[in-house]
């Protein structure tokens, strides 16, 4: 199964950022002799390797210019790393590019029998202390589930059972919002794994190209133990953070037209690299390979997948919660409790979207006695105190007096002059406290 990154992954490599690989700091002076080595062996692999064989001279011309006019006469391996990563991207304009200096890695490269092994104990470690880049579940209002995804991990005969878990949860919700803002990337088994959820199975999913091999083709699995969400909107979270396999995934959503990719423009990083050792401690990475999409039979690399919604990447999460409630609210035969729980949660993200500032003043009049109820203006914020129960902040939501109550969602309060209204979600008329 080819993969946005390879199997062997280098032991200090973040995972799956084709864009922010880490530089760690060189031990020794790098000399005159092994910046001519180093800088052959890149030259050799490019000329050998690099997926576009028309770009290979293009690419060795600018190293070789550059090392000419002294660019890279240093002594420091860092900055030799970075100016040689610099030219690479200005000349390619491939964000899977770059030179490393990584003595880990480097090592568990040259590990002889068993660096595979050990490089792929160190992978599933990783994964496992990241449960396998599912970093956060959770129910947003409106019964609108929430899954944030900060790396496409994948162990075989883990990873699976990790995502069944949270296929399972996105099932039971009215619409799906997978957050992959930030995503550098990853393996693409896990990829076609969570874009079948959203398929029918055996479906051409992608296809990998690399040289005069034969295309290796990625499908859609026919078997799901969570079961497909076909029907279930989904709204996709992306941005300039994006980047690789992350890449893959939104492209599959936009070009197989299975949701909304809210936010930004995402990286443009699309072909598949390896990594590839280079003395002393450098760690190259290389495109050997190109993805091709059966609907647009091409990719996104060095333009991005665009998004259908376009939001600022901070306010992604909100505005694609708003888009999914309306479209909910919208639906043929939805119940008229489903429509109040679409219109409480509206409200309150609609609050999160365009916060409301209320004068001193303005706060302090709403301050007083309400029957058993007590507000107390105090360090510039609304108290509520209520007997035997506790203390709590109230946030103002809407500049005619409704508030919403700290920490719980399915409580809000409005003031409306003579009294204090406490609503609660699904209940139809509120509980009256009468000012004084």
Not at 215 to 221: A, K, N, V
Not at 412 to 419: E, L, P
Request: glycine fraction near 8%; charge should be negative.
């Amino acid at each position: 199964m080819p993969k946005l990154f390879p199997a062997r992954l280098i032991a200090a490599l973040i995972i799956g950022c084709a864009v922010c690989m880490p530089t760690l700091a060189a031990s020794a002076p790098f000399s005159t002799a092994e910046q001519e080595a180093a800088l052959q062996a890149i030259i050799a692999a490019f000329e050998e390797q690099y997926v576009f064989p028309e770009m290979r001279p293009r690419i060795v011309a600018q190293l070789q210019s550059a090392q000419r006019k002294g660019r890279y006469a240093t002594d420091d391996a860092v900055t030799f790393a970075d100016r040689v990563t610099d030219d690479l991207r200005a000349v390619s304009h491939d964000k899977h590019l770059s030179l490393v200096v990584d003595p880990v890695g480097y090592a568990a490269a040259n590990a002889g029998d068993d660096s595979d092994e050990n490089e792929q104990a160190l992978w599933r470690r990783q994964a496992l202390r990241n449960h396998h880049g599912l970093a956060q579940l959770k129910i947003l209002g409106g019964n609108v589930r929430y899954l944030k995804i900060t790396g496409f991990e994948w162990v075989e005969d883990e990873t699976g059972r990790a995502y069944d878990d949270a296929m399972t949860f996105l099932k039971c919700g009215d619409a799906a919002i997978i957050d992959i803002r930030g995503n550098g990337g990853g393996t693409h088994a896990a990829v076609r794994y969570l874009v079948s959820h959203f398929m029918r199975g055996d479906a051409l999913e992608m296809s990998f190209l690399a040289g005069s091999a034969t295309p290796e083709q990625s499908r859609t699995l026919e078997y799901l133990p969570a079961g497909r969400l076909l029907n279930l909107p989904l709204y996709v979270l992306i941005d300039g953070g994006s980047a690789s396999a992350a890449e893959a995934f939104a492209y599959d959503v936009q070009q197989f037209k299975l949701g909304e990719l809210v936010g930004a423009r995402t990286v443009g990083a699309a072909n598949n690299n390896k990594h590839v050792p280079i003395a002393p401690n450098f760690i190259l990475s290389i495109s050997y390979g190109r993805p091709l999409h059966p609907v647009s039979n091409s990719n996104w690399e060095g333009v991005g997948v665009a998004p259908t919604v376009d939001a600022p990447p901070q306010q992604a999460l909100e505005i694609a919660h708003s888009l999914a409630l309306q479209r909910l609210s919208e639906r043929k035969g939805v119940t008229p409790d489903n429509l109040d729980d679409y219109a409480w949660a509206a409200t309150a993200v609609e609050a999160s979207l365009h916060p409301v500032t209320l004068t001193p003043a303005r706060l302090q009049s709403f301050a007083g006695r309400y029957a058993a109820a007590q507000v107390d203006f105090r360090d510039g914020v609304l108290w509520l105190s209520r007997p035997d129960r506790p203390t709590v902040r109230l946030l103002p939501m809407t500049a005619d007096g409704l508030f919403g109550v700290d920490g719980v969602d399915r409580l809000r309060v409005r003031f409306t002059g003579r009294a204090l209204e406490l609503l609660r979600a699904g209940e139809p008329a509120p509980r009256v406290f009468p000012r004084g």
